[in-house]
């Protein structure tokens, strides 16, 4: 069971759009849309940002959006703030009823 | 509004035991519609999915960590714990308590973290 593929780093200046891959195989991102998306801030627990591949929790800022091709999820960040610069981590459901996370993105506002 | 606190030692030392428990506050915890999580990220690191467990009782564990792992839980006192033995450095991390909903098993509460070091 190995975890998913993130980029380790991503950047982008305020007001542009940065999108951020992440690669499993068929028997997790590819075979169930349970794809949700975290963003850490340095010191602090993750906060959910998007589940079920493009849903957004409730209260939360739509400059965050979710997608998924095959095997391969991604987050797409729009109007860049200085605020979203953070680790970012996808996770997927899998075979067995187990959960994977990706490496983590560190995304770096410019 | 539901709140998860890690309690549990700061500082273990090799081949022992660690025992973390997540107290979950608020009147979501004996709802069906949750999994109760534990969580670790190493410093720097990435996140590891420990495990699971549900109110009945049936549990689910990263295959990686499964012959050490045990998760189990008390709902009288709305809370749930981690046993995980054999303890190495490569344990060393922040650990997590989480909750995931059982439509999508996506991780929407978590508590604060707890930082576990393994060291003698």
């Known amino acids: 069971q190995s975890a998913l593929t993130q980029p380790a780093s991503v950047s982008g200046s305020p007001g542009q759009s940065i999108t951020i891959s992440c690669t499993g195989t068929?028997?997790?991102?590819?075979?169930?849309?349970?794809v949700s998306w975290y963003q850490q801030h340095p010191g602090k627990a993750p906060t959910l940002i998007i589940f079920?591949?493009?849903n957004w929790p409730s209260g939360l800022s739509n400059r965050f959006s979710g997608s998924k091709s095959g095997d391969t999820a991604s987050l797409t960040i729009s109007g860049l703030q200085a605020e979203d610069e953070a680790d970012y981590f996808c996770?997927?459901?899998?075979?067995?009823?187990?959960?994977?996370f990706g490496g983590g993105t560190h995304l770096t506002v410019l | 509004q539901v709140q998860l606190q890690e309690s549990g030692p700061g500082l273990v030392k090799p081949s022992q035991t660690l025992s973390l428990t997540c107290t979950v506050s608020?009147?979501?915890?004996?709802?069906?519609?949750?999994?109760w999580n534990w969580i670790r990220q190493p410093a720097g690191k990435g996140l590891e999915w420990i495990g699971l467990?549900?109110?009945?009782?049936?549990?689910n564990y990263n295959p990686s960590l499964k012959s050490r792992v045990s998760i189990s839980v008390d709902t009288s006192r709305s809370q749930f714990s981690l046993t995980l033995d054999s303890l190495t450095a490569a344990d060393t991390a922040v650990y997590y308590c989480?909750?995931?909903?059982?439509?999508?098993?996506?991780?929407?509460?978590w508590g604060q973290g707890t930082m576990v070091s393994v060291s003698s």
């Open positions: 079920d591949v493009n």
């Open positions: 989480a909750r995931s909903n059982t439509w999508s098993h996506a991780f929407d509460i």
């Open positions: 996770s997927s459901y899998s075979d067995s009823g187990t959960l994977l």
């Open positions: 608020g009147d979501s915890f004996v709802s069906g519609a949750y999994y």
């Open positions: 068929t028997s997790d991102v590819g075979g169930y849309n349970y």
């Open positions: 467990i549900y109110l009945s009782g049936s549990t």
